[in-house]
């Protein structure tokens, strides 16, 4: 069965440009999670999506934002990138409601 | 404000040696502690998981102990082998309904010498 997946792998942007990351979840889970993780820490939860709805928001600026698709597919959406950006972000997927999948992430690096 | 306080930072364990990681929380709407782990350029894998109806979950090497009354839960890795060798994470999860989060600690880094 195929896990999460994310696009891209890796992305290397410049200070004020903007970023979309993308997830697909496992196949029949409709809710989605965004999570920051920096180098040396745990995940950080930034955003949670059920039925295309947000249902949660974590403590994150107003430039980030995201948006989950009919088909349960998500993205996850950066503006005005800073350097404190750089991270690798987690996409996971869940069916029941306890249960979180990550996929492998996209690690992103600011310049 | 870390509401999920993970210890040790690193562990240096031997072979067949038993590796211990503690947990600590706060917020008691906590529901559901689930463990990760963690290898180098790979996302999270869910390993086990408990509730805190529950004392203690066994799934084959790996065992989470629940206190409660303390507010504290343990990872337990048997008979560790070099393969287990990765960052483990434990979590707890906040919310109600379909609305959930999970609240990381700062990791544990494992090393299983053989």
């Known amino acids: 069965d195929a896990g999460v997946t994310q696009s891209p792998t890796h992305l290397i942007k410049t200070r004020g440009q903007h970023v979309t990351l993308r997830c697909s979840p496992i196949s029949g889970h409709k809710s989605v999670s965004w999570y920051q993780q920096v180098l040396g820490q745990g995940p950080q939860f930034i955003f949670q999506y059920y039925e295309k709805e947000e249902r949660g928001r974590g403590n994150f600026p107003d430039r980030f934002s995201a948006r989950q698709f009919p088909n349960y597919s998500s993205e996850l959406n950066v503006n005005a990138l800073l350097l404190g950006d750089s991270a690798l972000y987690l996409c996971?997927?869940?069916?029941?409601?306890?249960?979180?999948?990550f996929g492998p992430g996209t690690r992103l690096t600011v310049t | 404000q870390q509401q999920v306080k993970q210890s040790p930072q690193s562990l240096i364990v031997q072979k067949g040696g038993i590796s211990i990681i503690n947990c600590a929380y706060e917020?008691?709407?906590?529901?559901?502690f689930p463990w990760y782990q963690q290898f180098p350029g790979k996302g999270p894998a869910l390993l086990i998981a408990?509730?805190?109806?529950?004392s203690e979950k066994k799934e084959g090497r790996f065992t989470i102990s629940f206190n409660k009354s303390a507010k504290q839960f343990s990872l337990h890795i048997m008979d560790s082998q070099p393969g287990d060798s990765a960052t483990y994470f434990c979590a707890a999860r906040s919310g109600g309904g379909s609305n959930y989060k999970l609240t990381f600690g700062k990791g544990t880094l494992l090393t299983v010498n053989p």
């Open positions: 917020n008691t709407a906590f529901d559901y």
């Open positions: 408990i509730r805190p109806d529950v």
């Open positions: 996971a997927s869940s069916f029941v409601v306890y249960e979180q999948y």
